[in-house]
């Protein structure tokens, strides 16, 4: 079994930044591709940031620039940073991640969220 969990939200005025982590554990042999996720009130969950085992990354047009994604594989855990919010920044932010387990099964898995909240 396998759990991921997200930390770092809070509220935060515009223009202003925060750091999340996701860490994953348990029977972990490699974690694969990590995702940043998020979902605004009212609106369907849009994938916000990727980051491949190689450090290959990948952000959705309404992120690109301002929020970087990053790993430490050592740590099975992701990081957003995120800069510059703005108050459409606003939702729910959901961390996934598909994991191999020592079985040599692969599931994808996802944390329950931390809520990201910018307003003035």
């Known amino acids: 079994q396998v759990q991921l969990v997200e930390s770092g939200g809070g509220l935060v005025q515009p223009g202003g930044s925060l750091r999340l982590s996701c860490a994953a554990s348990g029977s972990i042999f490699r974690v694969h591709s990590m995702r940043w996720y998020r979902q605004a009130p009212g609106k369907e969950r849009e994938l916000a940031a990727s980051?491949?085992?190689?450090?290959?990354?990948n952000y959705a047009d309404s992120v690109k620039g301002r929020f970087t994604i990053s790993r430490d594989n050592a740590k099975n855990t992701a990081y957003l940073q995120m800069n510059s919010l703005k108050p459409e920044d606003t939702a729910l932010y959901y961390c996934n991640a598909y994991v191999e387990l020592w079985t040599g099964t692969t599931r994808n898995y996802w944390g329950q969220g931390t809520q990201v909240t910018v307003s003035s």
């Open positions: 980051i491949f085992s190689d450090g290959t990354t």
